[in-house]
Structures are given as C-alpha cells and as structure tokens.
C-alpha cells in the first residue's frame, strides 16, 4: 500500500499509534516479569534464612529445656554424694580403717537404698575406699568383694591435682551388666589426703528413652557428649553405634567446650551427616547436650517450602506475558481495576486472609453445591489472651500476634479447604471430605496444638493457642447464618470448659453459653458495684505456732448466688482483662490491712499470669506499696509454675526486680509442676509452699511422707522457707513440724477471716 507522498506503510509499521501501544506494552509486560523474578529470587534467599533460623531457634530451646531435665537427673546423683561425703566429713573420719568401720555398715546400705528408691533412673550408689575397693553398695548386701582400682573414674580421681568429679564413659556394670554412666565424685581428710570416693550410676537407657520421646524431624538426633568428645548418650541410635572417628568428636568438643556453641558439626561427629546444632551445657558438668538437624534434612525443607513460591512466581510471569498480548488498553485496563477492587473488599488487610464476606459468599456457594449431600465441616476458632496481649502489650504486638497465627492456620488449610479471619481474634476455618465429627475434632485440635506453640513478641513469650467450636453441615445447619450461630455456641462451650480446647456443637449448649455470658456480665457489674471482698487466712510458724504472717483471699458475695467460687470467676476475669483492675485491687487493699499488724508479719498475695504482661505486675506492687507505705520485706508474692511457662522472659526479669526490692517470691502449688527444680536454681524464690495433695495423705501414704521429707529437705538445704498448705488435723501438724517444715497453713490452725478478724488475731497471738 502507498501513501500520497509514496510512503508504504504496513502492520510492523512503528509510526502507527497501534505499533506504538504494543511496543510499550510488552516493554511493561517484559520490566514486571524481570520485576517477579527478582523479587522471587529475595523471597526464597528469605525464605530459606528464616527457615534456617527459625529451625536453629528451635534446637536451642529444645537443647536448653533438656539440659535442664539432664542436669536434674545428675543433680539427684550429686545431692546423694553430697550427703555421703557430708557425713564422712561431720564423723571426722581422717584414716581408711576409721573410713571402713563407719562406711562398710548394713545402717549405710539401707540409707543408700532408701536415698535412691525414688530415683529409678539410678542404678546404684557405691562407697569406695582409697585402695579401690568397694565399702558399701547400694545393690547387694552383704557388700561384694569387688576392687575398681582399674576403672577410669577411679584413676583420674585418686589423685589429689586432678578434678573432683569425673563423668565416665557408658560401659557394662560388673554386677548387673547393664550399660550405665558413672558420676564419681571424691573426698578426702581433713589433711587433703585421699581417701575414696563416692560412685553414682546412672543407667544409659533412661537417657535414651527419655531423648526418644521427642520429635525430631526427618534426621533430627540428640547426644550426650563429654567435652573430651566422649558419646554418653543417643537417640536415634545408641552410643555403642557412633562413628569410630573419635578424633573428628575430640576436635568439635573441644571447640564447644571453649566457645560455648557449635552451629556445625561435620560429618563423623554423631553419624556420616553433616549437622546444623545447638548446645547446651548441662550445668557445671563436663558435658554438654547437643540437639541437631543434618543439613541434607533442612536443604531438603527449604526447598519444599520454596518450591510454591518459585512454581507461583513463574505461573504470574507466563500470567503476565498473555495478559500482555491478549489484552486491550482501555477496557482490559477497566476491567482488571474492577476485579482488584471486587478482591480487595475481600481479603482482611492484616492477615492477607479471605475476610467475612469472602468466607459467606464461598460457604454459601459450597452448601449450595453440595444440597443435602457430602458433610463438611466448620471450626470457628477464637484466640486466647488476645486481648490481654493487646491491653498489655500495645495494638502493634496485637497485629503481630494475628498475623504469626494466621500463618500457622494457612499453612494447616488443605487445598480443598479454606481459611478466613472474621475480625478481631475469630477466625473460620471450613474443612471438606468430612464424614464424621471425629475426623473434625482430629484437625482442630492439630490447629490447636500448633497455635500454642509460643510467641516471641520483642522481651514478651506468648503462650496463646486457641479454643474451637466446631459444626457440621447439613446436619447442624444448611445456612451461613445458622452455620455461625452454633459454633459460636460451641465456642463458648469450649471456652467455658478451659482454653485450649475445641467442643462439638449440641442442642443445650445455648443455655451453658447464655449462662456464661450471663457470669461476664455479672463480673463486670460486681467489679462496678464493688461486690469483691478479701478474706485473710493465717500462716503459722510451726514450731512455736505464733501466726508469722496472712494469705489474702479473694471472694466474691454475689447478691442472689451467694459467696461465688474463685474458681469459676477467676479464669473468666483472666480471659476478659478484668484481672488487672481487680489484681491491682487486691495488692492495694492487702497491704493497706497489713499495715495495721504488727510489723513482724507479713502478707501473702496471689499473681496472676495476666499481670505480668507488659511489666504490670511490678507496677502494680511498687503503687500498692508506695500507697499504704508498706514496707517491702513485709510483702510476698505468690505464683504458680504455670506462669512461668505461659510469660516467659518477663515473668524472670520481674522476679529479680521483687528480689531487689525485698519483696519475697512464693513458689504455689510445688511439686505438682515437672521443671519446679529448675526454677529454684536459676530464680530468686524465697518460699515453696507444698501443694494440699501431698498433705492429705501425708500420714497415710508412704510415698506423700517420702515427697514431702524431699521437698522439706531441699527447701532447707537451699536456705528457703516451706509451707504446708492445706493441714485439717492435729496429726498432720505434729508430723509436718517433726520433719521440720518451717510454716503451716490451714483450717486447723485458722479459717478465712475479714480484717478486723485478722487484726483481733494478731492481737491475741501477740498476747
């Protein structure tokens, strides 16, 4: 074709307006494809280093928690030699002929079997002499003729420059032939001369079983070493099948035991992989557990992590090229606008989640396509201590916490089902392929189980996990509506019956609800109303029996229930935030009625966990005594071991701001909790009071007495005071102050009463 001037013209013409639109087109089309790739590329490099440490996170907490657990077991072992090498020292034993006639008795071998009946993870404690021979053996009587000069522990320990404890390598016992660590721990006289040694076995199995009750993941392992490379202990596996490259093992346990950490270990260490680890030290002890994932296991993660999004980053570029050519400038561009907006009024910004609209519209087509016929599933989920986080800790750690969540509850969805946030902390979930309600409650309580792992918010670890109500269709309902309105039902059922777990709906689960719902109201009008009160139950010292201080109580006198118990509306307060004012109220009003006591008692008050988010506890304390000018040494605190799990860091950190203050912290409830050990040796705590379980028994049952001589024994050996809490008769105080438990509490010794009935007592003790 020619123009008037000659000119051809043709399709490729890039003059024209059309060629012109094109060209930029595809030069857009091209920068946005070379834009995804890039930004591809960042989120798997992301991706992958946010795998690594979070999986890195994860081996250090679970290393730290075992360490514990292990040097709890080798604390056993010490106390028991403690108290051995305590008793050759207050005998003033000074000769191996002395040594013999005090430590070779049938006296001694019972007391070493009764220190280790409880212990069943210990497989023997034995006396040896200078010369290596056996005095007293807590398996056999009479004591066989047995001479260990030979041993290891016994080499390195009878001279007098080496160590004074020495951790052996597993090896069979002669007697029993049952594979077992030795903890050997060495005494001497007066002068400094050696004299012998006391020998604690440890079975390998208890480490073995105790390590293989964790999940660990494909290649996941976890070892005993000694820092000279030694491998005590291992699962998978055992420490008889370990590498033979004991150099590569000497070599990487010197480097652990010099900087404290080993990110890496090289193929030879524990098996033929090459490991990513964390170590922990266990105690003061030359030896260190070691929790660790091979690299091969995590590459293998990363990339299953990664491959979604490399697989969706290459569906929107080859999305991006057709749009690209298919499309017209003017109306493609108006109708891609229109389908942004219809999907943005569809998705909650925080979460990236579908919202409520989006969660009607695709339930309701779901029920329409299946009428009457394949059951599905709804879980209406509702999030724990949110709004405690949120009161505490600021909007921001709230965001925090329901994106984190949110996550967690996606990556659980399957491809058949969705997902949705409802607003505030509720969020849906709609399971299909269903057939029955148990298979629903296996899936929620997966979701909970993984909503309550904990939460790193800056300083804060949040313990939070979710209750669940769940429905089926068409059975419990055929609409959205109504869909709604009984798991919401079922909801509050699960909420009332404790966090954390996940309820079916029923018919009468209307009238719990109500009630519950009926029981938050009533809190917030007796908190108005001003229908709390505190009662004062007295604590005695036991030995004299003069009233040493007074626990606050608080009660609730409802105007037609009558006197409420604490147990149905404290956990209810806890969970609507209504435990800060009422806490703050308690400490105020105890320490004002302390002041009008006489100035050698004390009072006791209970913590909640919910105050001590965001530092509040402390606030609270230093205001209540600051306001009634109590003094700080007069005041103690009490908190479960329950707090310590759920709060974390902060509950720490506010302890040793009571400590140095002089405020006395109160472990409740010990012994009931599995790491209260632990908290005594790295908190400032300075009373454990017995929980009431052990003392009801306690002149029936052979075990409560053996729990409570032990907890009475640590608390003196640690310097701390010990309270019985729960003594009803004379005979449980007569035996409680025999064992020497420093201070009672209970109905025998005093009832709940008001101030003034407190201050009558203080008067009349005094008199």
Known sequence: METPNGR????????????????????????????????????????????????????????????????????????????????????????????????????????????????????????????????????????????????????????????????????????????????????ANSSGRFLGLVLGAMEQSYFERFYSGLRLGRDGMIALIRSDGALLARHPGSAGQSPRDSAVRARTAAAVFATGQMPQLPAGTLDEKARIAAVHRVGDL??????????????????????????????????????????????????????AQH???????????????????????????????????????????????????????????????????????????????????????????????????EFAQRLIHTLRSPLHLGLHRIVSGCSIGIVMAPRDGTGVAELLKNADLALYRAKADGRGIARVFVEEMERLVRERREMEVALQTAWREKQFFLLYQPIVEAESGRVAGFEALLRWQHPERGLVNPTSFIPIAEETGL?????????????????????????????????????????????????????????????????????????????????????TVALDDFGTGYSSLGYLRTLSIGRIKMDRSFIDQVETSPQSLAIVRAVVGLARTLGLRCTAEGVETEGQRRLLTAEGCSHLQGYLLGRPGSAEEALRRTRTSAA
Not at 79 to 98: A, M, N, P
Not at 117 to 136: C, H, K, M, R
Not at 358 to 374: D, S
Not at 629 to 655: D, F, N, W
Request: charged share 20%; proline share 4%; with cysteine.
């Open 343 to 441: 999907g943005m009024a569809r998705i909650d910004v925080l979460t990236g989640l579908p919202n409520r609209l989006a969660f009607a519209e695709r339930l309701n087509a779901l029920l329409k396509a299946r009428g009457g016929g394949t059951p599905l599933a709804l879980l209406y989920l509702d999030l724990d201590y949110f709004k405690a986080v949120n009161d505490t800790l600021g909007h921001d750690a709230g965001d925090t916490m329901l994106i984190e969540l949110a996550e967690r509850i996606r990556a659980l969805v399957g491809p058949d089902d969705f997902a949705a946030r409802l607003g505030g902390d509720e969020f849906a979930v709609v399971v299909s392929g269903v057939n029955h309600e148990s298979e629903a409650a």
């Open 579 to 663: 435990i800060l004012p009422l806490g703050a109220w308690v400490l105020a009003e105890a320490c004002a009625a302390a002041t009008t006591w006489p100035e050698d008692l004390f009072v006791s008050v209970n913590l909640s966990p919910v105050q001590f988010r965001g530092a509040e506890a402390f606030r609270q304390v230093r205001n209540a005594l600051e306001s009634s000018g109590l003094a700080p040494s007069r005041l103690e605190v009490e908190i479960t071991e329950s707090t310590l799990l759920q709060e974390g860091p902060m509950v720490r950190a506010t302890l040793e701001q009571f400590s140095e203050e002089g405020i």
């Open 8 to 187: 051809e013209t043709g399709p490729l013409d890039a003059n024209r307006p059309g060629a012109r639109g094109s060209l930029w087109l595809a030069f857009v089309a091209a920068t946005l494809i070379v834009c995804v790739i890039c930004a591809a590329t960042l989120l798997v490099r992301s991706l992958w280093q946010d795998g690594a440490a979070d999986r890195a996170r994860e081996l250090e907490n679970m290393a730290v928690t075992l360490s514990e657990q292990t040097a709890r077991a080798f604390q056993s072992v010490g106390l028991i030699q403690d108290d051995l090498i305590g008793h050759v020292r207050e005998k003033g034993i000074q000769t191996r002929i002395q040594l013999v006639d005090a430590m070779s008795t049938e006296d001694v071998h019972s007391r070493l079997r009764e220190k280790i009946s409880g212990l069943p993870f210990i497989d023997a404690i034995t006396v040896i002499d200078e010369t290596g021979q056996l005095l007293n053996f807590s398996r056999y009587w009479p004591i066989p003729n047995v001479n260990v000069s030979d041993r290891d522990y016994f080499l390195a320990l009878e001279g007098m420059r080496g160590p004074d404890i020495f951790l052996g390598e597993p090896v069979p016992n002669r007697g029993s032939g049952t594979v077992t660590i030795y903890l050997a721990k060495r005494f």
């Open 286 to 339: 030359p030896v260190a557990v070691v929790v660790s994932e091979s690299v091969a296991a995590l590459d293998a993660l990363m990339w299953q992590r990664a491959t979604p999004l490399i697989v969706a980053a290459g569906l929107l570029c080859l999305t991006i090229a057709l749009v690209a050519w298919g499309v017209g400038r003017h109306l493609r561009d108006e109708r891609a606008f229109a389908v």
